[in-house]
């Protein structure tokens, strides 16, 4: 009976053993994973901005380096719906030189107004909205809902283009699918691709 009893208990112990043990591997196996994966995504951030910059000495028009900045974005976030809007010389226009957007087919220069486009010029900063965050902005007064023609997206994320401290525009993804919505990480992205964004206008300009 004690040997069957201390047999009994080796194995107990032993498959605690292999139990613990295989939950470390496992844990060690998700870390490696996950290293693996930030890896693998910096690189691709870091191969979109060098073609982003690349872009701005194409010497070809302005449309092809708009849909080929549309292109990379869209390796990152989902950017079914985009457009890029720049001020004018006197900052006192809005236009869009680029826009791809299921509802939205235009967007004609305005002057500048209470448009959430002109929201996140004003303040330099990220905007990560959806229907209930519009709406609450409309209720304060800092947004004006005809601006924007079409019904107000599901799902909004827009960042200024920033030259140092100046804004020249700002550059905005929206969803019309609840399915499809944006997050911190996805503004963090779209923020840090801006800035290339941005640099690349400029030398265009140039």
């Known amino acids: 009976i004690l040997t069957a009893l201390e047999r009994k208990q080796g194995q107990e112990q032993l498959e605690r053993h292999v139990a613990e043990r295989t939950r470390q591997l496992a844990e060690a196996n998700a870390i490696l994973h996950t290293e693996v994966r930030e890896r693998e995504r910096s690189e691709k951030i870091q191969s979109i901005l060098y073609r982003i910059a690349g872009l701005a000495n194409l010497d070809d028009d302005s449309g092809h380096f708009y849909e080929q900045t549309h292109m990379a974005v869209g390796e990152l976030i989902n950017a079914e719906n985009f457009y890029i809007a720049l ?19 235009a967007r004609p220069t305005r002057e500048l107004g209470r448009g959430v486009s002109e929201y996140v010029i004003r303040s330099g900063r990220p905007l990560l909205a959806d229907r209930v965050t519009t709406q609450r902005l409309i209720d304060q007064g800092e947004l004006d809902p005809a601006l924007d023609r079409g019904p107000l997206a599901r799902h909004w994320l827009g960042v200024p283009l920033l030259l140092g401290e100046q804004v020249m525009g700002m550059v905005a993804v929206q969803s019309h699918d609840e399915s499809v919505s944006y997050d911190e990480r996805d503004a963090e992205l779209l923020t840090f691709v801006s800035h290339q964004i941005a640099n690349s206008l400029q030398r265009r300009n140039a």
């Open 87 to 105: 001020l004018s010389e006197d900052r006192r226009e809005l236009h869009f030189p680029y826009s791809v957007d299921a509802v939205d087919k």
